[in-house]
Structures are given as C-alpha cells and as structure tokens.
C-alpha cells in the first residue's frame, strides 16, 4: 500500500504474486524500455487497486508503457497513462499475458494511440478505456470503451476471437486483413455492427432517445 508518491528510477520486474494498493497516490516513471514500467514476467501475478476514497491513485510512464504483461494482470482501480497503458505480449499459445479488468481507466499518452494493446488474452469486466487495439483472445462484459479495434495479429494465432457479451463500445472498427472471430451477443454501440459479427438469434436495435444501439436476443433465444 502506497503512503506517498512515488518516482521510479528504473523499471519494476514483477516475477512473482503482488498487490499494489495505491491507496490514491501517484507512481510516475521516465521509464523508455518495450516492456513497460512495470513489467510481469512468466511467472507474475500482479494485483492493482485503489482503495481510496476518491479513487486518485494513478501510474504514469511519461516517455513509455506502463504495464508489459507476459503472466497475469488484474486490475480494480487506479489511471494508468502511457504509450501503452496495458500491454499483453504474446510469444506462443502457452505463452502470453492475460489480463482481467475489473475497474479503472486507461489513456494513451497523446490520446490517439491505443491506451490497451493485446495481443494475449484480455477480458473487460468494467473501467474506462480509450482506445483498445486487440489481436487476440478478447472478452467484453462490461466496462467503457471508446474504440475498440479488431486487427490483424502477425502470427495468428489458432484461438483468436473477439466476444462481446455487455459494455458499453461507442466505436467498432475491425481491419480488412483480421482473421479475428467476431461474436456480439450484448452491450451497447454509438455505431451500426455489421450483422455478420451478431450471433446466431440476435438482432441490432436502435435507441432513438440516446441514439445507441445494442444487440438483442430474438424472444424464442435463451440467454441463460
């Protein structure tokens, strides 16, 4: 648990299980390394949360990622600014990062580039996310999400799949080139989804009172 600010002088290899509490306070690094600030090895598991009132806590890498991920990430709280805010790195199926996002809000330095990119296996529970670049295994049940773009992964992996069941996305774009599976059974769109991505019994509807729209189960579905 964080009791003051704090300034990185080098970059934090996580190789085994820790929680940071950042109980509200800011851990800012210059760091310029690919892996990130804080990076998690094959063998990490790494907690993050903000157990402060106002949810202040926050991790900022001025000139590179925050989070490099090769093990296990979860996230409840806290901002996290940076190239990258969360990387999930891929080397092979049995090896890349897995993240779940239960909470927080994750920006891009400049605000244009992706605040999350994966390339492992993400799923999003809650939190804000600005723009989330995926190549992999991706599982939307919540949260907000600004853009999410699907692209196209350099290795292809055999599992790549992208599933939306909840959440809130107000942009869709998947690349020409993506080989990605795409199945929307749920959540909430600012923008059309093209019918092919809808899942067998769902139809899109739209929301004239907020101008969104969202998939629907047909009445003869279950969605149990």
């Known amino acids: 648990m964080l009791t003051s600010d704090i300034t990185l002088t080098g970059k934090i290899t996580v190789s085994n299980v820790v929680t940071i509490d950042l109980n509200g306070y800011t851990i800012t690094g210059n760091i310029n390394d690919v892996y990130g600030a804080i990076y998690v090895g094959t063998k990490g598991i790494l907690t993050i949360k903000d157990s402060s009132p106002k949810q202040t806590g926050s991790i900022i890498n001025t000139v590179g990622n925050v989070i490099g991920n090769y093990g296990i990430v979860n996230v409840y709280g806290g901002t996290f600014v940076g190239n990258y805010a969360l990387y999930n790195f891929y080397s092979s199926d049995s090896v890349h990062g897995t993240s779940v996002i239960y909470g927080g809000t994750f920006k891009s330095a400049d605000g244009n580039s992706p605040a999350i990119a994966n390339c492992g296996d993400l799923t999003v529970n809650g939190g804000t996310i ?42 869709l774009e998947v ?3 993506s080989s990605n599976k795409i199945v929307v059974s749920g959540g909430t769109f600012g923008c059309e989804v ?20 969202g998939a629907v189960a047909d009445s003869n579905v279950a969605t149990d």
């Open 130 to 171: 600005g723009f989330l670049d995926t190549t992999n295994v991706l599982n939307v049940v919540g949260g907000v999400i600004e853009t999410l773009y699907v692209g196209a992964a350099d290795y292809n992996p055999k599992k790549q799949s992208t599933f939306v069941s909840g959440g809130s996305i107000a942009k």
């Open 175 to 177: 690349a020409n080139e």
């Open 194 to 213: 093209d019918s092919q991505y809808l899942a067998d019994g769902f139809n899109l509807t739209y929301d004239e009172s907020n101008g969104s729209y």
